[in-house]
């Protein structure tokens, strides 16, 4: 018997995985958050799965569930939205897993920050514009680390993805100016992936009230940065004809 947990993807049923959908197929029982994975993942499951939405559910409920399948020994796919090495909430689940002797994989999916970043048709890092990518959330119910607070994070002036924070865009927003400039892009994408996916694009000025005129209050990943309203860039070096490395050398011109 074995847990398999799969990174889903954003939404889009096609950006699963292969070795993902392959080990969802072979498992007897399937564990799922249903607030966030695309039912259409699981449509092609045969009747005989025994399937279990997550979302109703807490740690301890989910044990038993692991420790039934156990007790048949029948492997269990858990599936979670995105990849689940960003707020997937994996880690005390293989915690309790290595306490019950259950053995388990982890099979990483496409992240939201990867299918906002292909609708938004965007780079996240651009030469001389920014080369550091800051994944995080503001503080809520759980609290984030003092030295993780938003306005201290926001000092560097990269980019910034945010998770979970969507329902705060104002806090955010004022953290976030007191270091970027007023004008900075800022973009909301609302189910990215999803045949319902939105795109908010606005500023720091903007984005709040944008938000709220879409109503937008659930899935929804806030960007922050420069690289989302630019094309003046320098070009990389990594194609430049100027720039060698292990698999390109030098073009010099001898004219």
């Known amino acids: 018997m074995k847990v398999y947990f799969i990174g889903a993807?954003?939404?889009?049923?096609?950006?699963?995985?292969?070795?993902?959908?392959?080990?969802?197929?072979?498992?007897s029982y399937?564990?799922?958050?249903?607030?966030?994975?695309?039912?259409?993942?699981?449509?092609?499951?045969?009747?005989?799965?025994?399937?279990?939405?997550?979302?109703?559910?807490?740690?301890?409920?989910?044990?038993?569930?692991?420790?039934?399948?156990?007790?048949?020994?029948?492997?269990?796919?858990?599936?979670?939205?995105?990849?689940?090495?960003i707020y997937g909430a994996i880690a005390e689940q293989m915690r309790a897993l290595d306490e019950l002797g259950i053995q388990y994989e982890v099979i990483p999916g496409v992240s939201s920050v990867a299918a906002s970043a292909a609708a938004l048709k965007?780079?996240?890092?651009?030469?001389?514009?920014?080369?550091t990518v800051i994944f995080s959330r503001i503080s809520g119910?759980?609290?984030?680390?003092?030295?993780?607070?938003?306005?201290?994070?926001?000092s560097h002036k990269c980019t910034i993805c945010l998770f979970l924070s969507i329902t705060k865009i104002k806090d955010v927003v004022e953290k976030l100016s007191v270091h970027y400039p007023?004008?900075?892009?800022?973009?909301?994408?609302?189910?990215?992936?999803?045949?319902?996916?939105?795109?908010?694009r606005g500023n720091l000025k903007t984005i709040a009230d944008k938000v709220k005129s879409e109503g937008i209050r659930l899935t929804a990943l806030i960007l922050v940065g420069a690289v989302f309203n630019t094309k003046d860039f320098q070009d990389s070096r990594l194609?430049?004809?100027?720039?060698?490395?292990?698999?390109?050398?030098?073009?010099v011109d001898t004219k």
């Open 182 to 200: 007023i004008e900075t892009p800022v973009v909301v994408v609302y189910k990215a992936s999803w045949k319902d996916e939105k795109i908010v």
């Open 122 to 131: 965007s780079e996240l890092t651009l030469p001389e514009i920014s080369q």
């Open 239 to 251: 194609y430049s004809k100027e720039y060698s490395h292990l698999f390109r050398k030098k073009n």
């Open 141 to 154: 119910r759980t609290e984030v680390p003092p030295d993780e607070d938003l306005e201290k994070l926001a």
């Open 30 to 85: 399937v564990m799922h958050a249903g607030s966030l994975i695309n039912p259409e993942i699981l449509a092609p499951l045969p009747e005989s799965t025994r399937i279990y939405d997550t979302s109703k559910l807490n740690l301890e409920e989910q044990i038993v569930i692991y420790n039934e399948a156990k007790g048949v020994d029948q492997d269990v796919a858990r599936l979670q939205s995105g990849d689940l090495s």
């Open 9 to 27: 993807g954003p939404g889009d049923v096609e950006l699963m995985t292969i070795k993902g959908n392959r080990r969802l197929r072979a498992c």
